[in-house]
C-alpha cells in the first residue's frame, strides 16, 4: 500500500513563504508523476503542479506560475511545494498525489491513484 504523507502546512501572512513536503512510503515508480492539489471549501480540487517522475520536467496551474516551485528528491522519495509570495487566496487543503501519467500531467484529480491526507495553509491579509 502505498502512503503519502504531507508536511509543513501552517500560518503565514500574506507576501510569506511556505515549503511543504510529501514523503512517499514506497520508491517512486517509473512513469509515475507528483503532483500538488489543493482544495477549498465550496470550489472543486484544484491543480496547482507536477513533476515527473525523474524530477527533469515540472508544471504548473496558471494561479501559482512563477510563484510555486516543485520539485523532488528521489533519494528520500519526497516531493516539495516551495511557495512563495502567498496571498490569501492560496488559503486551502493542499495534498499531495501520484499517478502513472506516462510523462502526461493531468490537470485532474482522477487521474492521480494515490493520495495524501492534506495539510492546510492559511494566508492571512
Known amino acids: 500500500q502505498v502512503q503519502l504523507i504531507e508536511s509543513g502546512g501552517g500560518l503565514v501572512q500574506a507576501g510569506g513563504s511556505l515549503t511543504l513536503s510529501c514523503a512517499v512510503s514506497?520508491?517512486?515508480?517509473?512513469?509515475?508523476?507528483m503532483a500538488w492539489f489543493r482544495h477549498t471549501p465550496g470550489k472543486e480540487r484544484e491543480y496547482v503542479a507536477a513533476?515527473?517522475?525523474?524530477?527533469?520536467?515540472?508544471d504548473y496551474g496558471d494561479s501559482v506560475k512563477g510563484r510555486f516551485t516543485i520539485s523532488k528528491d528521489n533519494a528520500e522519495n519526497t516531493a516539495y511545494l516551495q511557495m512563495n509570495s502567498l496571498n490569501p487566496e492560496d488559503t486551502a487543503v493542499y495534498y499531495c498525489?501520484?499517478?502513472?501519467?506516462?510523462?502526461?500531467?493531468?490537470?485532474?484529480?482522477?487521474?492521480?491513484?494515490?493520495w495524501g491526507q492534506g495539510t492546510q495553509v492559511t494566508v492571512s491579509s
Open positions: 498525489a501520484i499517478g502513472r501519467t506516462y510523462g502526461t500531467f493531468p490537470h485532474t484529480p482522477s487521474h492521480y491513484t494515490y
Open positions: 514506497t520508491r517512486t515508480l517509473e512513469y509515475y508523476t
Open positions: 513533476i515527473s517522475w525523474d524530477g527533469t520536467r515540472t
